[in-house]
């Protein structure tokens, strides 16, 4: 059966662009499904989804929109509705990837529906932002960004060569077979930064070898934010988490933070989950001039010219314990705390940098006085690297990956 591809497209301004990019994605043997999201005019071809039916969606009439031109409110507007109308069509089986062209508000409002649908559906968008931060328009999908060399404006040389590419690229997505192995593993979790890699490869190997698949993140903000959505998607049976600096950075206002819900998904789906105070010695900044005025009295570490690391403090630890004790009282499934008493990272640990003890304690102390009395907390007189550790931390996750299988059951 031909596979149908979604075009996410203004109609109005930019016709005869996403006619020659329709025309070309049937060219190669791909079935088209064209949405409209247009509000100044009328589209140059007839739509398979009006304008009116993702205005309505994002809670407005088509023809106030029309009658208003008031280009900003439009953007708002069609950016609210094409998520809902995306994912209603999608889970009818109506397309199979989605492709758009644009420049700001085009990016915004296509960007924003291929966001709502699951990862693994090819998502192509080709965009003239395609060079900057694309964070705000990706997020946590698997939104595959081209850049347009030449503005959505015309059909000329450049633009339909990049256009004709466009459609290769999306058909070749789509067209493509994934080969499933024989046996589908469980999929576990796992944060990562490069002061925790040991410990994290060895639990991985530990999981692999008694048949689990390791879904590695790497702690960066975006990385924890991507975990956190597979885990509420229903992707992941189990979460080693044993990096969990982003809350560090979320505290101390660094460059890293995953935002105020990480440590959320694992609780409210219910499904074990141990966590590790992972690098929380440790707020990320870009290079040393990055660094607000004022923490300029703090301990810093250069991690490499553009990475600069403060350690945390006692008070800042403390604020830490209390939030996790926080989320993870909300968790509905089984949970277990291990924390390495002789530090948290490379650079937390006896005779290096970040090696301070009483800090460490804070955020321990605060995590005992507020968290549920029935959540485990083992300490361990090791570093978090050394394997005796990570070892424990795996050994802990598969013993709770057991237990809750027969309660499954």
Known sequence: ??????????????????????????KRGC?????????????????????AVVAEAGGAKLEELVAKRDRGEAMHV?????????RKLYDEGKFDAVISMG????????????????????????????SGDTSPYVGTSDIVMMPTVVDVAGLNRISRMIFTYAAGAICGMVLSEIEKPAEEKPLVAATMFGNTTRAVNHARQIMEANGYEVLVFHATGAGGKTMEMLIQDGFIAGVLDITTTEWADEICGGVLSAGPTR??????????????????????FWAPETVPEKYKDRLFYRWNPN?????????????????????????????????PTQGWSELDAPGKPFWWPEADQAFIDALKRNLRPDIPVILMDHNINDPEFSGRVAE??????????????
């Open 1 to 26: 059966m031909a596979k149908t591809v979604a075009i996410i497209g203004a109609l109005d301004t930019k016709g005869a662009e996403f006619a020659f990019l329709k025309a070309e994605i049937e």
């Open 31 to 51: 079935k088209t499904l064209v949405i409209n999201v247009g509000v100044l005019g009328e589209p140059a071809f007839p739509p398979d989804v009006d304008a």
């Open 78 to 86: 069609m950016a609210r509705g094409i998520p809902l109308v995306m």
């Open 103 to 130: 420049g700001g508000a085009g990016t915004v409002i296509a960007t924003s529906g291929m966001r709502s649908l699951p990862v693994g559906v090819p998502k192509l968008m080709v965009t003239t932002l395609a």
């Open 263 to 284: 440590l959320e998904a694992a609780a409210k789906m219910g499904i074990p989950q141990v966590v590790v105070p992972g690098c929380l010695d440790m707020c990320n």
């Open 307 to 339: 990475v600069t690391l403060m350690r945390t403090t006692p008070e800042e630890n403390a604020r830490m314990g209390e939030i996790f004790a926080e989320k993870l009282n909300a968790a509905k499934g089984p949970v277990v705390v291990l924390i």
């Open 396 to 409: 802990t996750l598969l013993e709770l990956l057991r237990q809750h299988s027969k309660k499954e059951a």
